[in-house]
Nanobody, 115 residues
């Protein structure tokens, strides 16, 4: 079992920045992938960015050039630096841990971009 706890969400004005953190605990394998997903009201959950333990990254087209995913393997923590935020980025952001067929999700953190 892997537990995930997200933090760092909040209210920010358009053009602003936020940094999300996700701390993993429990039975964590060294080889895994972690990622951020988001779900806006009335929409399906969608991928934002993923990163492997080796540092390979993948981003949704909508966030490329604005968001950066990173991780600290020693701390079992993944980060999402979000810059140039837009109202369309408003959503609940979820952290996900993947190891083979096993997935674990965090409880989510709200990000609201509004003036």
């Amino acid at each position: 079992q892997v537990q995930l706890v997200e933090s760092g969400g909040g209210l920010v004005q358009p053009g602003g920045s936020l940094r999300l953190s996700c701390a993993a605990s429990g039975h964590i394998f060294s080889i895994n992938a972690m990622g951020w997903y988001r779900q806006a009201p009335g929409k399906q959950r969608e991928l934002v960015a993923t990163i492997t333990n080796g540092g390979s990254t993948n981003y949704a087209d909508s966030v490329k050039g604005r968001f950066t995913i990173s991780r600290d393997n020693d701390k079992n923590t993944v980060y999402l630096q979000m810059n140039s935020l837009k109202p369309d980025d408003t959503a609940v952001y979820y952290c996900k841990y993947t190891r083979g067929a096993y997935n674990s999700w965090g409880q989510g953190t709200q990000v609201t971009v509004s003036s």
